[in-house]
């Protein structure tokens, strides 16, 4: 329906696409997440080998870890140039996530947000930027058919590589919801993970904490008594 809207329009029969309500089945139950142990798999299954029958991709291998390291949105991802990578800001670099006009992306909160490189991140990065050997104009994703563009997703790797390492079949939102339930489980606090992951609205991550395991929770308390003097 959000696609029918949208071309909608481009015709120009609408001014803008409307806000549709939630269903209720996606509210109540929270997208798949995955473990520490089940994303460490996923990585392995992605990335290429460099065998003589592996068709794995180093591109896809790389969005997944920006997903996992970063919490981007898959649009946030496929939308990037080298030119919004800032290798010397911070310890390891940040990433710019702005609109691209050119393709007709918009950040989704309509604001630009600016994401701390992991070392892992900032290391996948390095790599594909010296296979690439690309100017900063160009696309860290560019499309196979058509390097002006950049791909559209990477679930058809992830699927793959899901099924390799025996997970269930994710959506690539579900890596972004890795990365927060992660974060919060490290003890992140939640106004610093609406800035990183550029939600507008704390209830957003209400199926964010939904994943926090029972076991995590009560170590948490444990620890958490007053010293007896």
């Known amino acids: 329906l959000r696609g ?11 001014a803008s696409v409307p806000d549709l309500p939630i269903p209720e089945a996606k509210r ?14 996923l990585l392995v299954a992605i990335k290429p080998t460099g065998g003589h029958n592996d ?6 291998f790389l969005a997944v870890v920006l997903a996992l390291d970063l919490g ?32 007709g992306f918009q950040v989704k909160t309509r604001r630009s947000r600016v994401v701390p490189l992991t070392a892992a991140a900032r290391r996948e ?12 104009d160009d696309w860290v994703f ?15 790797a992830l699927h793959g ?12 939102h579900a890596l972004r919801h890795t990365w927060a339930s992660r974060l919060a489980m490290q003890g992140v606090d939640r106004r610093s993970l609406m800035e990183l992951g550029g939600w507008t609205s704390g209830a957003m991550l209400d199926d964010v904490y939904a994943h926090v395991p029972d076991q995590h929770k009560a170590r948490m308390i444990a620890g958490a008594g007053v010293e007896r003097p």
Do not use: N
């Open 4 to 14: 029918a809207l949208a071309y909608a329009v481009k015709l120009g029969h609408l």
């Open 142 to 156: 560019p499309s196979p058919r058509d390097p002006l563009v950049p791909r559209e997703d990477f679930k058809v």
């Open 125 to 136: 990065l390095l790599v594909a930027r010296e296979r690439a050997g690309a100017p900063d």
């Open 28 to 41: 109540v139950r929270p997208p798949k997440f995955l473990t520490v142990e089940e994303s460490r798999k």
């Open 55 to 60: 068709h794995r991709d180093w591109l896809s």
């Open 72 to 103: 981007l949105r898959k649009g946030e991802i496929m939308s990037r140039r080298w030119r919004d990578i800032r290798w010397d800001d911070g310890p390891h670099g940040s990433l710019l996530i702005d609109a691209q006009p050119v393709i």
């Open 161 to 172: 590589a899901c099924r390799r390492a025996g997970l269930e079949l994710i959506h690539p």
